[in-house]
């Protein structure tokens, strides 16, 4: 497609479920990135892939947070065990190519963990 | 530790007036900057970058500046117009594709 599409909008979990956003990229680009925004202003970077490959993991909580891109479907992001600290909007973005630096953003998934 | 800041939290314009956001770094390694604007509920929406080997990139009512001896970027909109009120977010990047982004700048244009 021509934006990047993101599923849920929103998103409600008890603490301690598991929860699974989903993004999908702009047809022909290579690169998706998610970002977490916790404070209103704040964007915090989680990963980035390139294709189906892992490019950057370096923002990932290892421990309860996991993602996945694979060939023909949605990319993914789960959340295992969710807190209430993980309560934030989601971004999903994604790139043409290692030359190109502008990353267009989907919609964003608000998830409330109560 | 906040590499990329942008220090004022808000900013009110006249319509028809020029709007100067700004936006300062620290990391001399940040080799391109972005600015992105931000309606309530949406994903930011890419407006205008700049390479780290220019100094001025214009695109129609934008303009962006960087003075890398100031470690210092602005981004000018002339004229402001009331549907440029939003939150403007000026981001970084070194060469390893994630962005680094600054805590905002809500812009209002007023009649």
């Known amino acids: 497609g021509e934006e990047v599409a993101q599923t849920p909008k929103h998103l409600v979990r008890g603490e301690g479920q598991k929860a699974k956003l989903y993004c999908a990229p702009i047809?022909?680009?290579?690169?998706v990135f998610w970002y977490q925004q916790v404070l209103k202003n704040e964007f915090k970077f989680l990963i980035s892939?390139?294709?189906?490959?892992?490019?950057?993991e370096t923002g990932m909580p290892k421990e309860r947070f996991s993602a996945k891109c694979l060939p023909n479907s949605p990319c993914s992001l789960e959340i295992q065990a969710t807190k209430l600290e993980d309560s934030a909007v989601y971004f999903c973005?994604?790139?043409?190519?290692?030359?190109?630096?502008?990353?267009?953003f989907g919609p964003g998934t608000r998830l409330t963990v109560t | 530790d906040q590499q990329v800041k942008q220090n004022s939290p808000s900013l009110s314009v006249q319509e028809g007036r020029i709007s100067i956001l700004n936006c300062d770094y620290t990391?001399?390694?940040?080799?391109?900057f972005l600015w992105y604007k931000k309606y309530p509920a949406e994903g930011p929406t890419f407006l205008i970058s700049?390479?780290?080997?220019?100094d001025k990139n214009e695109d129609g009512r934008f303009t962006v500046f960087l003075n890398k001896s100031a470690k210092h970027l602005s981004l000018h909109i002339v004229p402001s117009q009331p549907g440029d009120s939003a939150v403007y977010f000026c981001a970084a990047d070194r060469n390893t594709d994630k962005l680094i982004f600054g805590t905002g700048t809500r812009l209002q244009v007023f009649p």
């Open positions: 047809k022909g680009h290579s690169y």
């Open positions: 700049i390479s780290s080997i220019k």
């Open positions: 892939f390139q294709n189906e490959n892992v490019f950057d």
């Open positions: 990391n001399s390694m940040f080799d391109y």
């Open positions: 973005a994604s790139s043409q190519s290692r030359e190109i630096y502008e990353q267009y």
